[in-house]
């Protein structure tokens, strides 16, 4: 068999299925986070609720239509323009927003799980909803070159964002915030949490869940495994990406970006 059969049938059935699990269980996380009352008043839940929205938006927007153009080959940003914008549009929204309230979960069980009331009263439901305004309004201004430079090439007939200098900038973003720092940054907090709960054993007296922190630990620990491969990837693309390339080596290069496109859904 080969790699583009092989990459085609991965698409199809892990990808329906990370899509199906993923729309299940964020589902049930928006229905714990808003109707729970413990859960609906912290911040880090607040957070969760945020990114579980927003990964039900991607999964049924970006994921499923990647599943019908690389599983079954219908590509309608091939053939509408409008398409091909608001696709590339929403990706960049909606990977963004998951990634950023990675940042701030992770950042937040540190501030609520230290010994430093200072650091704890950072910690605060309307200072939340504060910023994550403020993020989603920077994600929807950032997000407005895709759909000035998002483009259908006449030579290719392929979706992409045609200036040169947007491309670049993309690379950058997507190797540092939503690769290495975003591991970085995410593993640094993790640690800083487990130390502070490991510090003193009995939290009496603070608003912490012990659930919501295994939860952002977990969620750490998956950011590392399944963004990590991306990020590899990516890096490997700018490095090689002034080199001439072979037919194999672009196909073993799309099945590598199938599968780890894939990953950074789990």
């Known amino acids: 068999m080969s790699l583009p059969y092989i990459g085609q049938q991965i698409t199809i059935y892990f ?3 990370v899509v199906i699990i993923g729309i299940i269980g964020n589902s049930l996380n928006i229905w714990i986070f808003s109707s729970v009352r413990t859960y609906y008043r912290t911040s880090c839940t607040f957070y969760f609720l945020i990114a579980s929205i927003d990964n039900i938006l ?15 080959q219908i590509d309608l940003t091939r053939t ?3 398409w091909c914008k608001i696709r590339l549009y929403c990706s960049s929204i909606f990977v963004l927003m998951s990634f950023t309230c990675s940042y701030l ?3 937040d069980q540190f501030l609520i799980t230290s010994s430093i009331v200072r650091l704890r009263q950072w ?15 920077i994600w929807l201004l950032h997000g407005i070159p895709g759909l000035i430079f998002g483009n259908i090439t ?6 992409m964002v045609t200036n040169n200098g947007y491309t670049t900038y993309i690379s950058i973003y997507v190797l540092t915030y939503n690769s290495f720092v975003l591991i970085a940054f995410t593993t640094a907090f993790g640690y800083l949490t487990y130390r502070n709960i490991h510090s003193r054993r009995i939290l009496t007296g603070r608003q ?3 659930q919501v922190v295994k939860m952002t630990l977990i969620q750490i620990i998956l950011i590392a495994l399944s963004i990590s491969p991306y990020g590899i990837y990516n890096a490997y693309l700018v490095a090689s990406s002034q080199f001439v390339k072979n037919t194999d080596q672009i196909v073993k ?7 780890t496109t894939l990953f950074t859904n789990v």
């Open 15 to 17: 990808g329906w299925f």
């Open 58 to 72: 991607y999964l049924t927007t970006i994921s499923i239509s990647r599943i019908i153009m690389s599983g079954y």
């Open 80 to 82: 509408s323009l409008v």
């Open 105 to 107: 979960t992770a950042m």
């Open 123 to 137: 910690s605060h439901i309307k200072r939340a909803h504060r910023i994550i305004f403020i993020v989603i309004l």
């Open 154 to 159: 006449s030579s290719t007939n392929i979706c």
């Open 208 to 210: 912490v869940d012990l």
């Open 253 to 259: 290069e799309t099945f590598a970006s199938t599968i």
